[in-house]
């Protein structure tokens, strides 16, 4: 009977004072890019991140950060690369505290700056001949997308926490994210 009451206490809600509203953070994620004519969909992902936080229950957030390097598909065309991928983000951020940890879910926009090969077989003036009958196109690209997100934070003292998240990248012209997020996040 006691570890059912100590368990129902973590999940209480509670109000704590804010003692800072500015946080700076950095992590590292692992991720599935949702995109066509690529061959590897699993990669590694880092992120930097700072915030301002209203009051206990909304905050914004800006990161910035980049996803690993995706091969195209090998013996096949259309095979799509895409190199080089920073990203930028604002997100509104809202809170439910509880004794513990706090619950998070993260609403925003992210714009992608990235490089894009594909190799194709239709003949195009404005690419590349690759032989046998290929043709290789490679421009820098952009999109905007929007950031669906839930997490938690678990401080491990009054200035540093731990923060894990899920965040969906939706919406782009050529590839969604979808990642799990681990992170340290100062308050100060």
């Known amino acids: 009977m006691l570890h059912s009451s100590a368990f129902a206490s973590s999940w209480e809600l509670v109000n704590p004072p804010l003692t800072s509203p500015f946080y700076v953070g950095a992590g590292v994620g692992y991720g599935q890019m949702d995109a066509d004519h690529v061959d590897q969909e699993w990669q590694a992902n880092w992120y930097v991140y700072g915030g301002y936080r209203f009051d206990t229950v909304w905050a914004l957030e800006l990161a910035s950060g980049k996803y690993a390097d995706v091969d195209g598909v090998k013996d096949s065309t259309p095979s799509v690369a895409i190199d080089h991928n920073y990203n930028v983000s604002a997100s ?3 809170f439910a505290y509880y004794s513990e940890f706090a619950a998070f879910y993260r609403l925003g926009i992210q ?49 540093l926490v731990t923060r894990l998240e899920w965040i969906s990248q ?11 997020v681990a992170s340290l996040m100062l308050k100060f």
Do not use: R
């Open 92 to 94: 509104l951020l809202g």
């Open 111 to 159: 714009y992608d700056d990235y490089d894009k090969s594909k190799v194709q077989q239709q003949e195009d003036d404005a690419c590349t001949p690759w032989g046998n009958g290929l043709t290789l196109c490679a421009d820098g690209e952009s999109q905007i997308s929007y950031l669906l997100g839930l997490g938690a934070e678990f401080p491990m003292s009054d200035a």
């Open 170 to 180: 939706l919406g782009g012209s050529d590839f969604n994210q979808h990642q799990a």
